[in-house]
């Protein structure tokens, strides 16, 4: 046998490796496992595979390893101390004995493993007894010298095997408990071994290669790791994904996101405007602008403040009306209205870049056609993530997965089901029909709300109490928490896959807020020009005052110095600007108030009601009525992206706005995510969102439009305030353009921009842009078209594929089965030969006995 | 003074709770207002009014026939708490399961349940009905006799139940329960249980049915029935009777004993 002269050189060493066994008995898995990483060997042994060879064979490997290590410290000790040879002589000679002895033991245990496995015990038992007696020469070469160079090659096929048994452990149809215990052995054996390959001298050099690749690769691991942690919130939304699905995910997610955008947009106004004013520009008090007048100064340290921000909040950093219409501020001459008026369009075209390019990139990953063919065997084939070694993230895991099959399924039975059309019919034309009314009447009562206000502000506010001052945000807060769960109701009726009545609620809901929204805004441009008729008057009496100020005081000394009047006595304009800013920063205040409010009553307080009470209540509160709230996806984005649109509609007029929201996100982040673990249930019906992220994206665009159109109308259409704010004194807002390429930049670029800025240039780039565009798209929905094609054909080729192998597996089959029956019916022919035969013979003996 | 304005913010509240929990408006409505002015109208308790509706249009000695205008009445005339039709099929399969000789059932009410169980009961099986209320009880007794069942098949008991249990195995001469039927008071349901457990007339692979056990609902019952480890339990989901939007159940439990 070839196999025994391999291994004749450590074959004893198995004595050390069924003394290791000894101690701590290996369980089957590791069998097995050296089963796999000695197939070779056991292809060797076709001829009798019986069960002791194999286990033998996998001794023998187990022994390479074995005697390496040995052969190694051997080695190093022989380097480093040959003096000590002497008393290590010694030492080997009791170490032999010890193993002697313990053969023994090991081949009785070998033979009674053998024994269940009926093959000839005794033979194999006296082989090992030969080998043991053949290895023995074999530990005393290891002991001497080095590792002979046979050894060192049956080595690294052994690391190779491992190597190769780590990458493909993932396929190997083993259960985890086997697969675990078996990579990390094997993960150690290499990392054991590793460094003894190599060849003479450069061998120190590779292990230390070989250790460095390590631990690079492990500084990886760990840097991605890292990086994981670095992403804010990830865990938490992994955690709330398992539990509650992809739909309630997706939500924190867009939230991440929007979070992340406010974070550069609040970097963008704080970083230009808020704080170069607040550095270089004048301090306040300098100017009438920026003192509080002289009649609000006994009110403006009210607590009141706080949720009015009148006082000494109307006149700081926070709005439009501090800002002064100096043109360069500090000593390093920062433009500040300049910066204003790029600041505020610059986070308009950032939030239009932003999301723009994230519906391409959401568009890109849809990737079109049809993935539904085999999502049931993708689900099952590829859903565990491998890379889990946390028992508490596996449950999740565990539980997503359930999660997304249950959802799997909701969506097959939900496609195939079919009812009576003409009644579902019906109930959603109803269905709408109930919806509309109650657009209308919510539209109607805002309205109403808005024409009554207006009343109050002419008549003065003074005389009012607070619910008629705080009646229209109240109506709208109100409204927009009710009607949606009305909506909610009515879309019972109509019987949608869930996924699409999400949609459908989430449109309604979009209309209902938009309303509400826009007919705010129609409030407070009724507002501006009531202001603005008040500026007429203030303008006109302002003249009157200085006049009467120079009259009344210096007579007819007109070279004396001007007269200073203390900064609160000016009489002032009203600042429509800052007034629009304040509205907006009160209604985000009142909107995340109704947001937490209703989070901390309508979902804590009723799951701690419907928690403690139950066990002394008369029905059942968690089954029954009150039972836990579900988590509102629909509500809670659509709060989301309204909430963006006041930021980007107000920003412009109060620049602490970015900052304020995002302070709301992060709390809300927090609060959310607590709630949503800590009282609501799991929707009866998951369901994915996967589609879903693209139509939150196409909303927040719509949105961004219709709250950057009232915007643009104000600063193109509307001249600001004479007496406050970066724009004070021009015509228009952004005739600081103007002004700074006149003055600031040369002569010939301000004729270059002229000419660029002539219709004639315009119109034809337009067109350009617009022909760039339909070509663009137009080759977008080829390339579509084309991917689907290709996928087809993959699909189709795939399935060709098939076919053939199956042909040809059953061509050799057929094959197969005709050689076998061309071998029986030899066989019989043979035996019929031979029967013949024997026949004869015996007839002839037959004859002969007869015959004597 | 609140301003209208605020107040009609709410309507859509008010309507989305009465769009939502209709199906328990209109319970109180048949339940309560239908009774109050039949209780007025009539002079006789509702109970008697079902008997006297029975005994028009039921044939005498037909469980069947009895069962049926039950049905109608509850559907048609007035509400009436019982078991109902649909869970009254489950409560027959169960029954054909697991053939029970001796059968307890708490809360008889007007006999319909006790019908139902005795007319899938095997020959020579004896059910014990309890009922509190006398009033009741004699109108109970009437249905039974009426449907045809005798003193040996269906033997009324006129006591609560708390006091019932104890005495099952003196007085009645009970030994073990195959099947218990609870369908009283809601409360009565874990000391009742609690009881049955302690008077050891629970053997191994004894059901206890327990209906309402969502709506009115016992959530107590429920978990002891899961935490106490004696049992192998069930819930039945299905609909109040009579009634089609509010979900109810029936728990089933199956007495393993103590491991």
Redesign the interface.
Known sequence: MGQTQISTGNEGQVTIYCIDTDGDSHGGGQEMERESKNQKEKKTEKGGATRSRRRRSEERSEERSESSRDGRKDRRRGGKEGRRRGRQGKEEEIKKDRKNNKNEKAKKQLESNTNHSKSSSSSSSSEEEEEGEKEKVGDEEFVVGSLSPEELERLKEAVDERKKLITTLRGKPWPMRKKLPTLRESQLFVEKYEGALGKGRGRKLYAYKVMMRKKWMKFERDLENFKTACIPWEMKIKEIESHFGSSVASYFIFLRWMYGINMILFSLTFGLVMVPEALMGRPYGSIPRKTVPREEQASAMDFAVLWDWGGYAKYSVLFYGYYNNQRAVGWLKFRMPLSYFLVGVGTVAYSYMVVIRTMARNAKEDGGGDDTSFNFSWKIFTSWDYLIGNPETADNKFASITTSFKEAIVEEQESRKDDNIHLTRFLRVLANFLVLCCLAGSGYLIYFVVRRSQKFALEGLDNYGWWERNEVNMVMSLLGMFCPMLFDVISALENYHPRIALQWQLGRIFALFLGNLYTFIIALMDQINLKRAEEEIVKFNMTAWQANLYNGTIPENSTAPPITVDPADVPRGPCWETMVGQEFVRLIISDTMTTYITLLIGDFLRAVLVRFLNHCWCWDLEYGFPSYSEFDVSGNVLGLIFNQGMIWMGAFYAPCLPALNLLRLHVSMYLQCWAVMCCNVPQERVFKASGSNNFYMAMLLVILFLSTLPAIYTIVSIPPSFDCGPFSGKSRMFDVIQETLESDFPAWFGKVFSYASNPGLVLPFLLLMVLAIYYLHSTSKTYKHANLELKKKLQAQSEENKKKNKLAAQKAANDLEQAKIMAAAEQQEKEEKQTNNNASRRGEERVIAIAF | ???P??A??????L??LI???RY?FVLLYRAVLVRWVQDLVTGISREERVYQYILTHATPGDPESVLDSFDDWCNKVEFISHIGPKKGMILDRLLKEHCPLTVLELGTHCGYTAVRIARSLPIGARLFSVEMDEGNARVAEKIIRLSGFDDDAVELIVRPSDEVIPRLREDYGVERLDFVFMDHW??CYLPDLQMLEGSGLLGEGSVILADN????????FL?HACRSGLYEHRVHRATLEYIRGI?DGMAELIYRGAK
């Open positions: 003074m609140v301003s304005a605020i009609l913010a709410f309507l859509p509240l309507l989305t769009i939502r929990y328990y809601k409360r056990v969502i709506f009115p609902g016992a959530p107590n978990r979900r």
